[in-house]
């Protein structure tokens, strides 16, 4: 396992859509393992291959330790609920800052697993809060994105300074 290096905001990069994967071989397996080691060592929870400027539609997510990770390509969702929850969220490629996003409270994901079987899964809580996150930034939506232009424009402030 490797760990890659990480696109660092405001690479260009993180707000492009990516391409469907299309081919379920060792090197696809071989770059969820590497997208594995590289959002541990972030630390993170969740990691798209985006995030380290491969844009094909694979994310992993680890949300209760060694043993729970789980593989999404190619994930999108076909269902969500109309109640909101609202999470404290940040990413791998912007370090040190985080805001609250509100999204919604469940969700229903189609994806396939890492060797191309079609699977579907309902998600709540952080679960579901991380799916949507990494979805939308395989969808070319930043974090970001999600929050009113003053705490956007707060957020990106914070980060500058924090990188200086």
């Given at each position: 396992?490797?760990?890659?290096?990480?696109?660092?905001y405001?690479?260009p990069?993180?707000?492009?859509p990516?391409?469907?994967?299309?081919?379920?071989?060792?090197r696809l397996?071989?770059?969820a393992?590497?997208?594995a080691?590289t959002?541990r060592?972030?630390?993170?929870i969740?990691?798209?291959a985006?995030?380290v400027?491969i844009?094909?539609?694979?994310t992993?997510i680890?949300?209760?330790?060694?043993?729970?990770?789980?593989a999404y390509?190619?994930?999108r969702?076909e269902?969500f609920?109309?109640?909101?929850?609202?999470?404290t969220?940040?990413?791998v490629?912007?370090?040190?800052?985080?805001?609250?996003?509100?999204?919604?409270?469940?969700?229903?994901?189609?994806?396939?697993?890492l060797?191309?079987?079609?699977?579907?899964?309902?998600?709540d809580?952080?679960?579901s809060?991380?799916?949507?996150?990494e979805i939308?930034?395989?969808?070319?939506?930043?974090?970001?994105?999600r929050?009113?232009?003053l705490?956007?424009?707060r957020?990106?402030?914070k980060?500058?300074k924090?990188k200086?």
């Open positions: 396992m490797a760990i890659l290096p990480i696109l660092s405001p690479d990069r993180l707000r492009l990516c391409r469907a994967v299309e081919v379920f071989d060792a397996a071989t770059l393992e590497d997208l080691a959002m060592a972030a630390p993170g969740g990691i798209t985006a995030h400027g844009l094909e539609r694979l992993v680890e949300l209760d330790g060694p043993g729970s990770l789980k390509v190619n994930p969702i269902w609920s109309p109640e909101k929850q609202r999470h969220e940040g990413s490629s912007m370090h040190g800052v985080t805001d609250e996003v509100e999204r919604p409270a469940r969700i229903r994901v189609a994806y396939q697993d060797s191309g079987a079609a699977r579907t899964e309902e998600a809580g952080l679960l809060v991380c799916l949507q996150h939308d930034q395989l969808d070319g939506i930043f974090w970001i994105d929050l009113s232009r705490k956007r424009e957020i990106v402030k980060y500058a924090g200086a």
